[in-house]
């Protein structure tokens, strides 16, 4: 069985500063681990992905992320916010095996841009 | 780029009745998905299918749910008999191969709405 946690409903930063949204992922297996974005009205698109490679995964858009297995945590990070980053963000862990196992989705992280 | 495609963009019907939810997924993928989100809550996993079968399913896939892919290209999703609770947007997605290290690619969901 597998879990994601994501520790934040709502993250608010000002144009310019650094984001985090933090992930724990729980899984019985070495896992895959995702980040997914929503923006209002639309649909998922992937933003990064960690597939047992390096641990530092670079995604679109400036952000990345850090495959930390000792604290199971897959935090999401950009340098400096952009207004048109406000949206919703998703955390998400596929098993290991892959075969046609589903996504479980974190709850989600609402990303508010103050200009 | 290659896209999942959904159909349509927003479906309104009235409870009891059946309704169709379409997707055509990337052309050379594999494994084929529907996710539900319903308004204010996280991304569940329903069903996957591939090799013309369902895979797996949540337990959320009961009874009045069925799932096809009539030709080539389309995959649907056939609600028998609608509730209320039915009421979320649906998420078409498609995964290239096997393995699971490969994200699933998203369509931009029907958002269906049930009174």
């Known amino acids: 069985a597998q879990s994601v946690t994501q520790l934040d409903s709502h993250v608010s930063v000002s144009e310019g500063t650094p984001v985090l949204l933090r992930c724990n992922y729980s899984?019985?297996?070495?896992?895959?681990l995702f980040w997914y974005v929503q923006h209002p009205n639309k649909g998922l698109q992937l933003l990064l992905k960690?597939?047992?490679?390096?641990?530092l995964v670079k995604g679109i858009n400036g952000f990345e992320a850090e495959f930390k297995k000792s604290e199971t945590s897959f935090h999401l990070t950009k340098p400096s916010a952009h207004m048109s980053d406000a949206a919703e963000y998703f955390c998400?862990?596929?098993?290991?095996?892959?075969?046609?196992?589903?996504?479980?989705f974190g709850k989600g992280t609402h990303l508010i841009i103050q200009p | 780029e290659p896209e999942v495609t959904q159909t349509p963009s927003h479906q309104v019907t009235q409870m009891g009745q059946e309704v169709i939810l379409r997707c055509v997924p990337i052309?050379?993928?594999?494994?084929f998905y529907w996710y539900r989100q319903i308004l204010g809550q996280k991304v569940e996993f329903l069903v996957s299918?591939?090799?013309?079968?369902?895979?797996?399913k949540s337990e959320i896939f009961d009874d009045q749910f069925s799932v096809e892919r009539p030709d080539g290209s389309n995959f649907t999703l056939k609600i028998r008999s609608t509730k209320l609770e039915d009421s979320a947007m649906y998420f078409c997605?498609?995964?290239?191969?096997?393995?699971?290290?490969?994200?699933?690619?998203f369509g931009p969901g029907t958002r269906l709405t049930v009174l």
């Open positions: 998400v862990v596929s098993a290991a095996g892959g075969g046609a196992d589903g996504l479980t």
């Open positions: 997605a498609s995964r290239p191969r096997t393995s699971g290290r490969y994200e699933q690619f």
């Open positions: 960690y597939t047992s490679a390096a641990t």
């Open positions: 052309s050379n993928h594999l494994y």
């Open positions: 299918f591939y090799n013309n079968e369902i895979s797996e």
């Open positions: 899984s019985s297996y070495s896992p895959s």
